[in-house]
């Protein structure tokens, strides 16, 4: 008799089938905390409709498609003439076009807005993260609009639109429109008042033309952009439309797109002024004070985008060490697999508490909420974008050779990982400026210690960071050199406090005596094994 040798055996079937959002009980643990109860039903319908969307195979062969098929740059048409246009695969539409109808672009306006989109966008991140991109620039660019009332009043509804509109044509005629941004240029890097792009003012009051060059431009296809320019009053915030409004291409000279690590399915590009039409947003001078809204806006939407590609990456590996038959047995239920699939469920579970709670911290909009997310956004960016990339390579360790290949979705995962890391200033830019925070704004550091406050008594190892918290912040000589240490502190203790108030026992126990206590080793895998390992990975598993 013929001995078959390629039945396929003892292989982890696709994870696929199943609700995102309902699948990660963390997340929607978060939602049910900060969302009124008369909007949670309504609420965790949408969740629930985008969650079966993105977890549908349908939904992540388009995600696989957009990154194999990454954009391409056409400077000319056939005769000749610039048009500058970038072309982009079917799936990248369709996916831009679910997320701007599942809202990820219209939060300001709608009640529990912030928190809503914020767990739909980790949801959505998990599908591809490329098209994040154009959907957090487009929701981050109204609060930098509404320095300019007019223009807030004429840009913000087109912004909030849930119709995907991807016609190169005026935003006046348009039923939905997208912005992009261009800050950096390749002399400053994030030292932005280096910045030499310049500002001529035109006839027309508030308009002028630019003339300059920027390194990193985001979404180069969208309709509008804020960028910022030295004016005769110093540097400057300006709105560049993509097309006027007699229907002309504005002068948007695209060089290049650049070839990136990853995130392959976006656009990012070098992009040319030369006499290009722009409108001043806010006062000349204050372009730095006008943009940050939209930078801190961004910022939140680099912890979310982290923590959605750590929550993918945790439920990947879980689902296949579920799968797979290793030594007698499934290979979640050896203990010192367990480890490392609880330590990683616990990575992903902090940072979508953290992630949530500081979108709910936005939807208050209370003057102490506001001070908290001036240093709890820039530390929760430093830390929890710092913690994606490991995690995500030792998520793909999990599945062996198997997370080696492109055929699964780990090494896509990888290439993200460092992504937020960089975007919104790198981890010393985050470090920084949560020390001007601590040094100018005392009501930030209060709103801080009131938070992570409400959280004492209940637990000594928090009680003890807390503590060394403020006995290392009372000695701030030298601070500088040492602010990363600092900053991963004061992330930690707020991760720390919220699973303390929020979480299980079992979870709050097993990150205050790996996270705070000290009682693990440096790599994931480490916990000790006295917690209730079985637990976390119960907690994490994807329930398809």
Known sequence: MAVRTHTVTNQAPPLAGYDVFAADRALVEAVRRHVGEELLEEVCGELGALGRSAGSAQVQEWGAQANDNPPRLRTHDRYGNRVDEVEFHPAWHRLLGKGVSAGLTSAWTRPAGHVRRAAAFLVWTQVEAGNGCPLSMTHAAVPALRADPELAAEWEPRLAS????????????????????????????????????????????????????????????????????????????????????????????????????????????????????????????????????????????????????????????????????????????????????????????AATTLALRLAAAYDDGGERELALLRIAVPAAKYWVAKRCAPLAVEASECLGGNGYVEESQMPRLVRESPLNSVWEGAGNVQALDVLRALRREPQAFDAYLTEVGRAR????????????????????????????????????????????????????????????????????????????????????????
């Not at 602010?483 to 930690?492: G, K, T």
């Open 457 to 544: 008594g209940a637990d000594h190892r928090l009680d003890g960071a807390i503590k060394d918290l403020l006995t290392e912040l009372a000695d701030l000589e030298g601070v500088e050199a040492r602010a990363r240490r600092l900053v991963e502190r004061l992330a930690l203790v707020l991760q720390g406090a919220l699973l303390v108030r929020y979480a299980p026992a079992e979870v709050a126990d097993a990150f205050c005596a790996s996270r705070l206590g000290g009682d693990r080793g440096a790599t994931f895998g480490s916990l000790p094994h006295t917690l209730n390992l079985k637990s976390l990975v119960d907690r994490a598993r994807p329930r398809v």
């Open 162 to 349: 849930t119709v995907y509109d991807r016609e190169l044509r005026p935003a006046h005629l348009k039923a939905g429109a997208l912005f992009g941004m261009g800050m950096t240029e390749k002399q400053g890097g994030s030292d932005v008042r280096a910045n030499t792009t310049s500002a001529r003012p035109l006839a027309e009051a508030g308009t002028y033309e630019l003339t300059g060059h920027k390194w990193f431009c985001s979404a180069p296809m969208s309709d509008g952009f804020l960028v910022l320019a030295q004016a005769p009053g110093g540097l400057t915030c300006f709105l560049v439309p993509r097309v006027l409004a007699d229907g002309t291409r504005n002068v948007f000279l695209i060089q290049r797109l650049k070839d990136k690590l990853g995130n392959r399915s976006n656009a990012s590009a070098e992009v040319e002024f030369d006499g290009t039409w722009a409108r001043r947003v806010g006062e000349e001078g204050r372009g730095v004070r006008t943009i940050i809204g939209m930078v801190a806006a961004t910022r939140l939407d680099c912890v979310l985008g982290s923590a959605g590609l750590m929550r993918q990456a945790v439920a990947q590996a879980v689902h296949h060490c579920d799968h797979r038959e290793a030594f007698g047995g499934p290979l979640s239920a050896k203990p010192l697999m367990r480890n490392v699939l609880a330590d990683l469920a616990l990575e992903s579970e």
